[in-house]
């Protein structure tokens, strides 16, 4: 696959007047280059400067791009293995009829909070990255570019800040969320008076350590020129708050992630893009991995997963200088990694534990990871040369002698062993009401865009409030994207490590969206690496797809799985269900119905260009507090009626006058925004 970089759009030309208104030896070899990374400032939930009324200027949407690959067209049956991989009978999860399992639920961050947050001087943008860490009675979320606080019944704790939040002239209520921007010290991510552009941050991940009772929040930021083009330089900022409190100060570190990754293989010489962070810890250190893509590439279009190992205690204390071990995991067959394998190591995701006792003081200290291999960049590793997005094989990573990283000379060793396992293969697009046929009102901005009838502020069709030139008036409701075959969040905890990924699974006849999952049990006692797949299995659910899994599991070993549901007859919808490592996983449990369908700009070739590929995801979150489990996943939460998305501009006397919000008057809440209608869900389980 291609990396998931930043890519902006070409402009919409919105009017102005409009906007207004099997198991192979283990691989293992010392490694790393230390490095000191100094403490950069502070953060906070204010919002920061911005132009007092920014109603005006081009709207200027956002995707994290991909290519597109095919869909897998063998079979994958639905399946549960243990230890020896004897199987027994095939498997498949069952709907269940309540979900009584749940404490609290509430919808988290949506579009129109990151789009109007900072006074509207915000992109819209699509998937919705999610980073979700739960501690001390806080619940943190941070979602694409904006952040909130909630306490454990939902409402906000951050302050409210609608009276300053102006938008077209009236004070509009983001519900107190902060844009990341502010938070790390940026200017807006689009002054939409000039159309200067500033950093773009992406990518948030976050982290609650019960250990040291610190918040970690981590974005990749990538440096714009006021243009809008990108300097190459790109680095990761990471957020530590300075006490239990996540409302008060942050301190933040600032790693440049250029030119990490460099190595003697001239086909991935860097400047590169640190992409898809995400975090771990275990008793000793702070993880971070990226995945390294070079910006200026000729042939070979990666150049290996990237390891960032942090001492905990000194980031947890707000040190001036951290002590940070870069290790490269990049291989091939003239170069070998710093694991010493020549496969090269992609989204090699790092394990959170629960608690304060989970962590494994094996061998001086020890933090592992999860990764798969069936997309290219893990077998080739040249990226869009047509692999088959399918293997028979997951690896595990052990990263030992981590105690060390509090010390003056860290002494590090990765080890890897790849394991086997069922296939599993690249998903298809799953399914949604409507899905190939064109756009009722139900579905407005796809409706728009077809619609050449309707008497608008601009003139007769409502194609003229999203277009200067006409479009094509042929658009249908899509398939949303169900991943690629990554390794999605990777838990530690009952001495055993928890992952799953994507999948196509063969069920009722054909091929759905489902998940593939792992109990791997590891063993580093002898100093090298020994793993085994405890348990392991592959499920769906009959006439409908299930995407972006993350686990979550206590210290006792009792998990979620979170992942979004959705067919031909239920629109995209929060679900979840119960694993453990005796009996797998059990009946899917949808937590928050979807309420309409997908209407993101990204489902439209007029506006993404034909063929456009509805992005959904890219990954949900899982947090453990205690012996309750956190998790939030992407659905779609409202439904909106074209009149209502229309509204003023229309000719309405009533509704927003900001396109497409569907709120019900200047300055409230809306439910979506003009070009996009995703929402996110949080909720919180006992298991």
């Known amino acids: ?51 007092s009324d920014a109603s005006t200027g081009p709207e200027f949407p956002a995707v994290e791009a991909e290519p597109e690959v095919p869909d897998f067209n063998g079979v994958i049956p639905g399946s549960v293995t243990r230890d020896s991989n004897n199987g027994i009978s095939a498997v498949t999860a069952k ?23 900072r006074r509207g001087n915000q992109f819209t943008v ?9 501690g001390g009675g806080y619940v ?17 704790v951050l302050p409210d800040n609608t009276s300053t939040n102006i938008v077209a002239g009236y004070p509009t209520d983001v519900n107190h969320a902060v844009d990341l921007n502010s938070f790390y010290g940026y200017d807006p991510a689009i002054n939409r008076t000039t159309g200067v552009r500033a950093q773009f941050v992406t990518d948030p991940s976050c982290y609650y350590d019960a250990a040291t009772q610190r918040f970690f929040m981590v974005v990749l930021t990538l440096e714009s020129r006021p243009n809008g083009s990108l300097t190459l330089q790109n680095h990761l900022d990471i957020a530590v708050s300075k006490t239990s409190n996540p409302t008060g100060d942050w301190n933040i570190y600032r790693v440049d992630v250029t030119n990490d990754g460099s190595n003697p293989d001239p086909r991935n010489a860097c400047p590169c893009l640190g992409d898809y962070p995400h975090i771990g810890a275990d008793a000793n250190g702070f993880y971070v991995t990226t995945n390294a893509y070079p910006w200026t590439a000729q042939s070979s279009e990666f150049a290996g997963a990237q390891v960032y190992a ?9 040190a001036a200088t951290v002590r940070m071990v870069h290790i490269d995991t990049f291989g091939s067959v003239n170069v070998p990694s710093d694991a010493g394998s020549t496969q090269p190591g992609f989204t090699v995701w790092p394990a959170q534990s629960p608690g304060t006792s989970s962590f494994d003081s094996n061998a001086g200290g020890t933090e592992y990871f999860l990764s798969s291999n069936a997309a290219d960049e893990a077998t080739h590793p040249i990226a869009g040369i047509g692999g088959n997005y399918t293997s028979s094989q997951i690896v595990a990573w052990s990263l030992t002698n981590t105690s060390s990283l509090n010390t003056a000379t860290p002494a590090l060793t990765l080890s890897n062993r790849v394991l086997a396992v069922s296939q599993y293969a690249i998903p298809p697009r799953f399914k949604q009401p409507g899905s190939g046929t064109l756009p009722t009102t139900d579905t407005p901005q796809g409706y728009c865009i077809n619609d050449t009838k309707t008497k608008t502020i601009a003139g007769k069709g409502c194609w003229r409030l999203l277009f200067g030139a006409q479009p094509a008036h042929d658009e249908t409701i899509s398939r949303p994207d169900s991943n690629d075959t990554r390794m999605q969040q990777v838990t530690y905890a009952n001495g055993k490590i928890w992952g799953a990924l994507d999948t196509a699974v063969t069920i009722g006849g054909e091929n759905r969206a489902g998940v593939a999952w792992y109990v791997v049990r590891p063993d580093v006692s002898t100093g090298s690496l020994s793993a085994s797949v405890a348990l392991q ?6 006439n409908t797809d299930l995407t972006y899994p993350a686990i979550g599991v206590t210290a006792s070993g009792r998990g ?33 119905a979807g309420a309409a369908t997908d209407d993101g700009f990204t489902s439209y070739k007029s506006q993404v260009g034909n063929p456009p590929r509805t992005r959904w995801g890219d990954y949900g979150a899982a947090a453990v507090d205690g012996n309750s489990i956190w998790i939030s996943s992407e659905y779609i939460a409202h439904a909106c009626d074209y009149a209502t998305w229309g509204g003023r501009f229309f000719g309405a006397s009533t509704g927003d006058n900001k396109l497409g919000t569907c709120a019900p008057a200047p300055g409230a809440a809306g439910t979506r925004a003009a070009l996009g209608n995703w929402s996110t869900r949080i909720s919180k389980l006992t298991p």
């Open 95 to 117: 709907r269940a009829k309540s979900n009584p399992e749940v404490n609290t639920s509430f919808e988290g961050l949506n579009l129109f909070q990151q789009r109007f947050a």
């Open 126 to 134: 699509e998937p919705p990255d999610q980073g979700l860490c739960v």
């Open 140 to 156: 943190v979320e941070a979602v694409n570019d904006v952040v909130n606080v909630f306490n454990s019944s939902g409402a906000s």
């Open 1 to 51: 696959m291609y990396p998931r970089f930043v890519a902006y759009l070409a402009a919409l030309a919105l009017l102005v007047s409009v906007i207004a208104a099997s198991a192979a030896s283990p691989a293992t070899a010392a490694s790393g280059v230390t490095r000191q990374i100094a403490l950069a400032g502070t953060g906070s939930f204010i919002t920061g400067a911005a132009p």
């Open 560 to 592: 979620v799985m979170a992942m979004t549901l959705s067919s031909e007859n239920d629109y995209p919808s929060a679900a979840y269900a119960a694993i453990d490592a005796n009996a797998g996983v059990g009946d899917v449990h949808v937590v928050a």
């Open 537 to 542: 299995g592959i499920f769906g659910l009959e």
């Open 310 to 318: 942090f001492s905990k205690p000194q980031l947890a204390a707000g």
